[in-house]
C-alpha cells in the first residue's frame, strides 16, 4: 500500500539559511500535518491543512510557515534556520472523515550546522 | 503540563514474555492512538481507539480504551526481538468533532526485547 512520502529524507543547512520540506500524502487522504521531533521528545504538532486551507496551527515559529496545493501535496518552508530547529520532521496524512486514521511519513531529518 | 503521561518510561522484557503500556490522559479521551518508532524514524500506525471499553488487535498487539479512567492499554503477548521500539500514545479530537485532528503525544515508552 502506498504510504507518506517525505523528501528529502536528510538537509544539512548552516545558520540562517531557508529550507523546504516537501509532504505526499496517501492518495485520497485530504488532510496533511506536520510535527517537530526533537532529540529524545515526542512529535510536537506544527500545522495542518485541508483542502489547501489552514486547518489548525501549533507550535510553528514566525520563521515557519507552509502550504498545501491542489494535489494535495504540501511543503514546509523554513527561513532564517537556527540550531535550534535540528530535528526531525514529520508529514502525516489523514482523511478528513471516515476512520480519521493518521499516517506518518519517514521523516527529514534535518540538521542545522 | 504533559497531556498524556505512559507508563513504564522504559521496559525490557525476556523473549516470549507478555507485557502492558499504560496511557494515562488528564483530559477527556476523543480518540486514542497508539504508534511505534524505531529510533531516528517514522512513526509507524498501530491502532486507534474511539469508543469506551473499545478493543483492538493487530498480530500480537492488543490494546483498550478505557474511557471513564481516561486510558489505555497496550498489551503485546509473546514479545519478539521485533516489538523492541518506542511505543507512542497520541490523543485526537475526531470523537468529538467529527473530523480528523492534530494529535499530542505522550512521553513514550522504551522496550527492549531480549533473547
Known amino acids: 500500500a502506498a504510504g507518506v512520502i517525505q523528501s528529502p529524507r536528510h538537509l544539512i543547512k548552516e545558520k540562517r539559511e531557508t529550507a523546504t520540506l516537501k509532504c505526499y500524502p496517501i492518495p485520497r487522504h485530504d488532510t496533511v500535518y506536520w510535527y517537530q521531533q526533537g532529540p529524545g521528545q515526542d512529535p510536537q504538532f506544527l500545522i495542518s491543512f485541508y483542502e489547501k486551507m489552514q486547518s489548525d496551527k501549533g507550535s510553528i515559529p514566525d520563521r515557519f510557515s507552509a502550504q498545501q496545493f491542489s494535489d494535495y501535496h504540501s511543503e514546509l518552508n523554513m527561513s532564517s534556520l537556527e540550531l535550534g530547529d535540528s530535528a526531525l520532521y514529520f508529514c502525516a496524512s489523514s482523511r478528513r472523515t471516515g476512520t480519521y486514521e493518521q499516517y506518518f511519513g519517514p521523516g527529514t531529518r534535518l540538521t542545522v550546522t | 503540563s504533559q497531556e498524556l503521561e505512559q507508563s513504564p518510561q522504559s521496559l525490557i522484557v525476556q523473549e516470549g514474555k507478555n507485557l502492558t503500556i499504560n496511557c494515562t490522559s488528564s483530559?477527556?479521551?476523543?480518540?486514542l492512538y497508539w504508534y511505534k518508532q524505531k529510533y531516528g524514524e517514522g512513526l509507524i500506525f498501530l491502532m486507534m481507539?474511539?469508543?469506551?471499553?473499545e478493543e483492538k488487535s493487530h498480530e500480537k498487539i492488543t490494546a483498550k480504551l478505557d474511557e471513564k479512567k481516561q486510558q489505555s492499554s497496550l498489551h503485546i503477548t509473546a514479545s519478539q526481538p521485533s516489538h523492541a521500539g518506542i511505543y507512542l500514545c497520541g490523543a485526537g479530537r475526531a470523537a468529538l468533532t467529527g473530523t480528523a485532528s492534530k494529535l499530542t503525544f505522550g512521553t513514550g515508552t522504551r522496550l527492549q526485547v531480549t533473547l
Open positions: 483530559k477527556t479521551l476523543y480518540g
Open positions: 481507539l474511539q469508543k469506551g471499553g
